[in-house]
């Protein structure tokens, strides 16, 4: 039920991050899938299978819009529901001082920080303010100031002639190609400028293996993440956690509420 519910809602925050599970402490990785009141997650590979078996990227609602990382496989044509993508505006950022420190002595990469950064704090201030769109003044001159900083860096990093590509230059080649996938969020408040949602609901299990090392069975791994979704969608809906374990022992686990129309 909390799949079919993050399923079919408009927004949804995806992640994965790694950990070791198994007797041999082998490479895993978990998979979420985020909303405000629901949370799942996975065990499985990085491989386009893991994220077919986790089912709700398949089983989106028409029209949904994803935000996530720069990895490839959200954006796999399999996943025909998703109806567009946000890249997590966080992750970009980092990115951007990744090529700050490379390019020191360049405007460009703290100009476009400066831009999306700005573009992230009005988003912020419209929805506090009940908005239902960001001033049209400020996107423009915002959007201008970021794609002059990528039109700059193209210019300042071109392509190899062989070989890879430096990672300046795939970054600006995203900026500029995906565009509309970098700043989704402000042309449509619902969609998230972050994936911060879906990292907080993912922290946990860094620290879990930060202390305690590899986890020691897939099987076990998978119980727990299973049990992990149901507490997490406990929490976000601001009941009990220690209750809802209550209730499931005795046979009356706590139901999601019925899907509100959107």
């Known amino acids: 039920m909390i799949r079919d519910r993050i399923a079919g809602a408009g927004v949804i925050g995806c992640d994965e991050?790694?950990?070791a599970a198994g007797p041999a402490g082998q490479k895993c990785y978990i998979l979420s899938a985020s909303t405000e009141r629901f949370a799942a997650f996975w065990l499985g590979g990085r491989d386009l299978g893991s994220f077919t078996d986790f089912g709700i990227l398949s089983a989106c609602a028409d029209g949904t819009v994803v935000v996530h990382d720069r990895y490839r496989n959200y954006d796999c044509?399999?996943?025909v529901t998703i109806s567009g993508h946000q890249l997590c505006a966080a992750h970009l950022l980092r990115d951007l001082e990744d090529v700050r420190e490379s390019y020191p002595g360049e405007v460009w990469p703290a100009q476009a920080q400066r831009a999306l950064r700005g573009l992230i704090h009005a988003w912020h201030r419209a929805r506090d303010a009940g908005l239902t769109a960001i001033p049209f003044t400020?996107?423009?001159a915002l959007v201008t100031e970021f794609r002059d900083a990528?039109?700059?860096g193209l210019a300042k990093v071109p392509r190899a002639a062989m070989g890879r590509q430096p990672p300046a230059r795939n970054l600006l080649e995203c900026l500029r190609d995906r565009e509309p996938d970098v700043l989704r969020f402000?042309?449509?408040l619902r969609v998230w400028p972050t994936n911060n949602i879906s990292e907080r609901d993912l922290r946990p299990w860094r620290t879990q293996e930060n202390i305690s090392g590899r986890l020691t069975s897939e099987y076990?791994?998978?119980d727990r993440?299973?049990?992990y979704s149901y507490l997490v969608s406990v929490r976000k809906h601001g009941e009990s956690e220690l209750k809802a374990m209550v209730d499931a022992f005795r046979g009356?686990?706590?139901t999601p509420p019925a899907a509100v129309p959107t």
Do not use: M, N, S
Request: aromatic share 8%; proline share 4%.
């Open 150 to 152: 990528v039109k700059v």
């Open 225 to 227: 993440l299973a049990v």
């Open 186 to 188: 402000v042309g449509d």
């Open 220 to 222: 076990a791994t998978r």
């Open 17 to 19: 991050t790694t950990i």
């Open 77 to 79: 044509v399999v996943f």
């Open 252 to 254: 009356r686990p706590w």
């Open 138 to 140: 400020t996107v423009v």
